[in-house]
């Protein structure tokens, strides 16, 4: 199930983990309508299609972790449950 994880591997994750947190800047200037369009996902599902299941779950965690330090998350979720927003954040990005 697991394979090794190679140099090219290793390179692939740390090039899509840079574009990912690309993505996920630009994606708090996209607005259609009062919803942001978040194109970092993208990034995570070519990591798990190119370069196997643990590297897409490592950026799937980092992917949890911009998500926190989001606005919109801060200003929202926060507020309610610091520890429940912070656990269902990180567990849902690094599981998807």
């Known amino acids: 199930m697991f394979q ?19 993505f996920q800047i630009l994606s708090n200037y996209i607005q259609i309508g009062p ?22 779950g490592i950026l799937g965690f980092f992917n949890g972790i911009l998500t926190l330090l989001s606005p919109s998350t801060i200003a929202i979720f926060m507020p309610i449950s610091l520890f429940g927003t912070v656990v269902t954040v990180l567990l849902k990005c690094t599981l998807g």
């Open 35 to 56: 919803v942001n369009l978040n194109l970092s996902l993208l990034a995570v599902t070519f990591a798990a299609i190119l370069a196997g299941p643990l590297s897409g």
């Open 4 to 22: 090794k994880f190679t140099p090219q591997k290793i390179v692939l994750t740390g090039l899509l983990l840079a574009l990912e947190i690309l």
